[in-house]
T-cell receptor, first 112, second 110 residues
Framework: ETGVTQSPTHLIKTRGQQVTLRCSSQ?????VSWYQQALGQGPQFIFQ???????GRGNFPPRFSGLQFPNYSSELNVNALELDDSALYLC???????????FGPGTRLTVL | EDQVTQSPEALRLQEGESSSLNCSYT??????LFWYRQDPGKGPEFLFT???AGEEKEKERLKATLTKKESFLHITAPKPEDSATYLC???????????FGQGTRLTINP
């Protein structure tokens, strides 16, 4: 059984640019959640997608947006990047919503 | 507001020296409490889910317990490979998100 995968592993962008991060959910899972983790902090919930619909959102501005595809993979898009967006971005999938969430390895985003 | 507080922030033990990590929570209605292990620069690895007060789960040298206000992660006779950050998270009834604590950074010296 393949676990959650994320791409790319690392990314460097400059302020004002846009970025797309990708996540493939674990086999049999229909729900994907995205989290932002700053250094030394616990992950913060961005939003969740359940069967291709947004199913809950945290305190993040609209420039953070997402998609879920029919195969339940997902994208996180961030527009107008700011320095504070530098963080580890984590994707987690679950069999249903709500259910135990299994995390991918993360994408390290650095904004210069 | 739902809150999770973990203590201590960092803990250094000698190999074989048992101890406990604490996770205190304040939520409107608990659906589940989750423990994860996270190695530097990697994603959290799922350890346990606890649903009701009095519940206990065990895995190798780790044992998680739950009361109405807190959870403990007991580590018995730890080894250097148990060094990691341990994260506690709660999920509120009717909500999708996990609310995480800031983690406890555990170091086991040989």
């Amino acid at each position: 059984e393949t676990g959650v995968t994320q791409s790319p592993t690392h990314l460097i962008k400059t302020r004002g640019q846009q970025v797309t991060l990708r996540c493939s959910s674990q086999s049999g899972h229909n729900t994907v959640s995205w989290y932002q983790q700053a250094l030394g902090q616990g992950p913060q919930f961005i939003f969740q997608y359940y069967r291709e619909e947004e199913n809950g959102r945290g305190n993040f501005p609209p420039r953070f947006s997402g998609l879920q595809f029919p195969n339940y993979s997902s994208e996180l898009n961030v527009n107008a990047l700011e320095l504070d967006d530098s963080a580890l971005y984590l994707c987690a999938s679950s069999r249903d919503s709500p259910d135990t969430q299994y995390f991918g390895p993360g994408t390290r985003l650095t904004v210069l | 507001e739902d809150q999770v507080t973990q203590s201590p922030e960092a803990l250094r033990l000698q190999e074989g020296e048992s101890s406990s990590l604490n996770c205190s929570y304040t939520v409107s209605g608990l659906r589940g409490l989750f423990w994860y292990r996270q190695d530097p620069g990697k994603g959290p690895e799922f350890l346990f889910t606890l649903y009701s007060a009095g519940e206990e789960k065990e895995k190798e040298r780790l044992k998680a317990t739950l009361t109405k206000k807190e959870s403990f992660l007991h580590i018995t006779a730890p080894k250097p490979e148990d060094s990691a950050t341990y994260l506690c998270a709660v999920q509120v009834r009717g909500a999708q998100k996990l609310v995480f604590g800031q983690g406890t950074r555990l170091t086991i010296n040989p």
